[in-house]
């Protein structure tokens, strides 16, 4: 099993930015899908961005120019520089890691608070 630590979160006013990163350590894990998923109170976990090892990145269409995903294979940290924050991207942010097998570990979860 993979462990993931998070950390980044914080309150902060619409417009302003957040550095979220995720630590992962314990199996081997050198290929793999790392990212976050996003859950706001009362609603589902959603995808907000994700980095494969190779650096192909995706987003989620709402973040898209706003966020910015990176990672560090050599520490097995993946970042993301949130940008131009919204009251909308209020949430709980949990990192993940994928293997190849598709077995998938989360984090504890940090939470972004953009106030209006």
């Known amino acids: 099993q993979v462990q993931l630590v998070e950390s980044g979160g914080g309150l902060v006013q619409a417009g302003g930015s957040l550095r979220l990163s995720c630590a992962a350590s314990g199996s081997p894990i050198s290929i793999n899908v790392m990212g976050w998923y996003r859950q706001a109170p009362g609603k589902q976990r959603d995808p907000v961005a994700s980095?494969?090892?190779?650096?192909?990145?995706d987003y989620v269409d709402s973040v898209k120019g706003r966020f910015t995903i990176s990672r560090d294979n050599a520490k097995n940290t993946v970042y993301l520089q949130m940008n131009s924050l919204k009251p909308e991207d209020t949430a709980v942010y949990y990192c993940?890691?994928?293997?190849?097998?598709?077995?998938?570990?989360w984090g504890q979860g940090t939470q972004v608070t953009v106030s209006s």
């Open positions: 993940f890691h994928r293997k190849k097998t598709r077995e998938t570990s």
């Open positions: 980095i494969s090892s190779a650096g192909s990145s």
